[in-house]
């Protein structure tokens, strides 16, 4: 069919539609080979890769940008504040938060959780007081949240599962109550790739009026985040998973609840004032950020950030959507494996078992295949135990990744399977 | 393919699908717990130690196919061997996957079956696997209660 102007629907095609061999070009560690065959890498869910534009960006800073923060006259000193300030601004607009001082840098998801543990929770939490959260979170969610129960006398509740890795909402809402101090749910999980229906759980925590931390380390890179929509009270990412730098991350918080939070660490930039009687600490953001910051990190994410929208989220996620689709397909049809993790709703993981396999081999034979995934208990050993499994092997698709490279993990696979009979 | 099958070789996937010695042992004179926290390998070892002679050795546990029959060979191969020869043996062992490349012959002289794991000295990230039951081994013999860690 020809037409001479294009349709709303081709329209819609065409930016549905993602080049992903031009994108893959942006990603230099992507075109090299290991063990002498092309790397194929799905362990994003544990680290993705940065764009040339990131890399462009902390080199432009280190060769010509880099000072100290929010203390020189000089001109290095004022670029690398512009820089540092700017990217701030470009992750407040990426998580469509109101106001930039409700951006926190924080070195990754486990500070920022520890510190809404510390600043926000521990004040509030008394003996018998609780916290709910759910049995798919990362270590990272659940041992801040046992050592603050730990030391107030307070009791994690943890909302149960089901076998295909969904969160049994029924059950998770029984378990608010009116001791419950702090819901902490994982919007994505790392190990079974299930999407939580974040909205209904903001919704009955909310209706109780129990405010709301979201671990969003697995769901930024897949899905656009819009907070003030979602209306969650916090919100936690690393920069790593963001196609970042390492050693930076954000925890986004509403500013009504950051500015009742006694800081988390004392040190520089985080005061007003010092004197040996009294320290009036700084405002928001700097109340949260003692110390001199990860200043490239964060220009590094927040130039991430702006090529992540330059693509557009959502196409990534209509792609992505359509290669685990295609994934899940090509891999069950493999004799003897199991997937972990087949939520209705799930983004980028391929967590799976092979019969008689143990998955430390099956990674081995894989990385030899150059073929990178993460195998063992991915930091969430309760589900392992859930799923009465020792560990898995975990593919987890970018939107780099093509049909091409779920063929090649699916053949490696059957190598796997050749070695092992 | 060929450096796999160096690492997994017919006897190390025979041992790994069916190991040796893999039941508990009733009244062990020793016992030892190891565990490897990045994979999740856990296993448990048992040694009956008479006149300084390993009469009997068993393990449980899970692991992969490299921990398992590491396990399940090492196991085989100490029945009847002195304690000292078995410390020996954890060293020449130890040596051939973390020593020096080039007398990696050499050192897995006196091995016997268990230098079809010289092969694991190529694989950096599996060195741990094959080294666990050995470690257990150690602390077993040396009387330690703690778990043994590869970590």
Known sequence: ???????????????????????????????????????????????????????????????????????????????????????????????????????????????????????????????????????????????????????????????????????????????????????????????????????????????????????????????????????????????????????????????????????????????????????????????????????????????????????????????????????????SAIPGLRLIGTAKEKASVLSFVLDGVHPHDVGTVLDREGVAVRTGHHCAQPVMQRFGVPATTRASLAFYNTRAEIDTLAAAIHKVKEIFG | MSDLRELYQELIVDHSRNPRNFRKLENPSCAADGFNPLCGDKLKLFLKVEDGVIKDASFEGSGCAISTASASLMTEMLKGQKVENAKALFETFHYMLTGPKDPQHHAAQGLGKLAVFAGVSEFPARVKCATLAWHTLKNALDGHQEVVSTE
């Not at chain 1, 985040?225 to 919100?235: A, G, I």
């Not at chain 1, 730098?245 to 988390?264: C, S």
């Open chain 1, 1 to 331: 069919m020809t037409s001479r102007i294009a349709t709303p629907e081709s329209t819609l095609q065409a930016r549905a539609a993602l080049d992903v061999e031009s994108i893959r070009k942006d990603f230099p560690i992507l075109h090299q080979n290991v063990h002498g065959k092309p790397l194929v890498y799905l362990d994003n869910a544990a680290s993705a890769q940065v764009p040339q534009a990131v890399i462009d960006a902390l080199q432009k800073y280190y060769e010509t940008d880099r000072a100290n923060v929010h203390r020189g006259v000089h001109e290095l000193s004022q670029r690398a504040t512009d820089d540092y300030e700017g990217a701030r601004a470009d992750i407040q607009k990426f998580l469509g938060a109101a106001d930039t001082r409700e951006i926190i840098y924080v070195r990754g998801t486990t500070e920022a959780i520890n510190l809404v543990a510390h600043s926000f929770a521990r004040p509030r939490l008394e003996a018998g007081d609780e916290i709910l959260i759910s049995a798919m979170e990362h270590h990272s969610n659940i041992v801040p949240w046992q050592m603050l129960c730990e030391e107030r006398k307070a009791k994690l509740r943890v909302a149960p599962i089901n076998d295909a890795g969904e969160l049994l909402l029924d059950e998770f809402e029984k378990l608010l109550s009116d001791r419950t101090r702090l819901v902490a749910v994982n919007h994505v999980s790392n190990a079974l790739g299930t999407i939580n229906p974040i909205r209904e759980i903001i919704g009955m925590a909310h209706r109780r009026g129990i405010k709301v931390l979201l671990d969003g380390a697995q769901a930024v890179p897949h899905t656009a985040v819009n907070v003030r929509e979602l209306d969650c009270d916090f919100y936690a990412f690393s920069g790593h998973k963001l196609f970042g730098p390492n050693g930076i991350g954000v925890l986004y918080g509403k500013r009504e609840l950051l500015e009742e939070m006694p800081p988390y660490q004392g040190g520089g930039d985080m005061i007003a004032s010092v004197t040996f009687e009294k320290t009036i600490y700084n405002e928001l953001p700097y109340k949260f950020e003692a110390g001199t910051p990860n200043v490239s990190g964060s220009i590094g994410l927040g130039t991430a950030v702006r090529y992540l929208n330059g693509i557009g989220l959502d196409r990534i996620e209509a792609y992505e959507k359509e290669l685990l689709d295609y994934g899940t397909r090509a891999v």
